[in-house]
């Protein structure tokens, strides 16, 4: 498994992935801290503490890079099935399932991976940037770092499982927009605030939305040996 995990890996060029990873980075901490700016202009704080702010910056990666790993989806599956390349990979003596899987792998690994650095990297520049032009009136404690850090990693989970979910809508017609639009509008509604109110606030909502995410991964390719893949 591990062999086919770098093979896939070796076939994406991760070279543009990192590229566009900085550049949605540069943005989102440039929106967070620019909107902060503008609030303060008229008088008032944008956030009143550290902890609604990196919320929001969670919410914004979260949505960024779930439409990251709908488009390494739609790459790496749907058009090798579109464009029938996969016929040749499916020519040599490896299990169906076995490439399939390795393909989930990265993508799963891929969100996972960068959720959590890009969280880190946006949060740790809008904090210096704050300590420096007093945007928050609070002072971020330890505490809020370790409830903090424990919120991240299981939203960062959830997030990950729900991006395996556009594989199953973009294979019903093998449409490359119908996987990128899918897996958007999953994770808007996780995400969606109505007057302080989001379902990902819920742990048991995403985390159910995580399994059926990967359950419909996995019913994808479970009939996959024996599927017409033309």
Do not use: W
Not at 187 to 195: L, Q
Not at 209 to 222: D, E, S, V
Request: charged residues 10%; positive net charge; proline residues 2%.
């Amino acid at each position: 498994m591990l062999k086919l995990i770098q093979l896939e890996f070796k076939k994406v060029r991760f070279s543009g992935y990192i590229r566009g990873i900085i550049i949605a980075n540069v943005l989102i901490a440039l929106f967070v801290t620019g909107i902060t700016f503008l609030e303060q202009l008229e008088g008032i704080y944008a956030f009143q503490t550290y902890g609604e702010a990196f919320s929001l910056i969670n919410v914004l990666v979260q949505v960024t890079f779930v439409v990251f790993a709908a488009v390494l989806i739609a790459r790496l599956v749907i058009e090798e099935y579109k464009y029938k390349t996969i016929t040749v990979m499916f020519s040599y003596p490896i299990q169906r399932k076995k490439l399939f899987a390795a393909k989930l792998i990265i993508v799963f690994f891929f969100t996972f991976v960068t959720i959590l650095l890009s969280n880190a990297f946006v949060t740790t520049a809008f904090f210096f940037l704050s300590e420096h032009f007093s945007l928050v009136p609070d002072q971020l404690s330890h505490y809020l770092l370790i409830d903090h850090a424990k919120s991240l990693l299981i939203s960062t989970a959830t997030s990950s499982g729900i991006s395996l979910a556009p594989v199953y809508f973009g294979m019903l017609k093998k449409s490359v927009p119908t996987t990128i639009v899918s897996g958007l509008l999953l994770i808007a509604i996780v995400t969606s605030n109505n007057n302080g109110f989001s379902l990902s606030s819920i742990t048991i909502i995403p985390v159910t939305l995580a399994c059926i995410g990967i359950l419909l991964a996995y019913l994808t390719f479970r009939n996959i040996e024996e599927a017409d893949v033309l």
